[in-house]
């Protein structure tokens, strides 16, 4: 069954630095999201992409966030300086039209 | 108030139990209805999708009162391997690219 693959599986960075998280979506997938969890809260929507833009985002994705479809295949979400609170599983997710979301396995970001 | 709430648990209960979660919106904007299950640290899994005429899955029974605003779940005959957290999500507005809005959890234990 296909899936969506994330990589790494855990990143651990300097606060300040920048971080790119990678997704790849199931391929006949329209619809990309970012979802992030800090551990014991709740899942939290952070953007989503269609037609090669950014179709809704959160109060989260600030100007310090940002994402990317470079080649028909990625999905990157980037973080440009990395604060400690940005310490969280971060979750790819994709669908096809009308159907359910897809999730990837996460990358757990861990800023020191 | 919480745009999805549901009562954080945790729910002990004995195999073989039947146990019930309950789940409130506050957007009646809201058109689709999900249940995710989440293991500890693991990504979200679609569980079932939640209809206005309720449906069942095997032991998984999903009810939908849009008049309430309320969403339940009912697992019959429970297993050890259903211990996870339940997650009550809705989609809101029209569209296919709409962001999933989250519940907290309901945590389950199912206890030999």
């Known amino acids: 069954e296909p899936e969506v693959t994330q990589t790494p599986s855990h990143q651990v960075t300097q606060m300040g630095q920048e971080v790119i998280l990678r997704c790849v979506p199931i391929s006949n997938h329209l619809y990309f999201y970012w979802y992030r969890q800090i551990l014991g809260q709740k899942v939290e929507f952070l953007v989503s992409?269609?037609?090669?833009?950014?179709?809704?985002k959160s109060e989260i994705f600030d100007d310090q966030f940002s994402v990317e479809r470079p080649d028909g295949s990625n999905f990157t979400l980037k973080i440009r300086s990395t604060k400690l609170e940005d310490s969280a599983m971060y979750f790819c997710?994709?669908?096809?039209?009308?159907?359910?979301?897809?999730f990837g396995d996460g990358t757990r970001l861990s800023i020191l | 108030r919480k745009e999805v709430e549901q009562d954080p648990g945790p729910f002990n209960v004995p195999e073989g139990a039947t146990v019930a979660f309950n789940c409130t919106y506050s957007?009646?904007?809201?058109?689709?209805f999900f249940w995710y299950r989440q293991d500890c640290r693991k990504e979200p899994k679609l569980l079932m999708s939640?209809?206005?005429?309720?449906n069942e899955d095997g032991r998984f029974t999903a009810q939908l009162n849009r008049a309430s605003q309320y969403i339940s779940l009912l697992i019959r005959d429970s297993k050890l391997s259903d211990s996870a957290t339940y997650l009550c999500v809705a989609r809101c507005n029209a569209g296919n690219n709409r962001k999933l809005i989250w519940g907290l959890g309901t945590s389950l234990a199912v206890n030999p």
């Open positions: 939640v209809y206005s005429s309720g």
């Open positions: 997710a994709s669908k096809y039209s009308n159907q359910p979301q897809h």
């Open positions: 957007n009646s904007a809201s058109q689709s």
């Open positions: 992409f269609y037609n090669n833009e950014i179709s809704e």
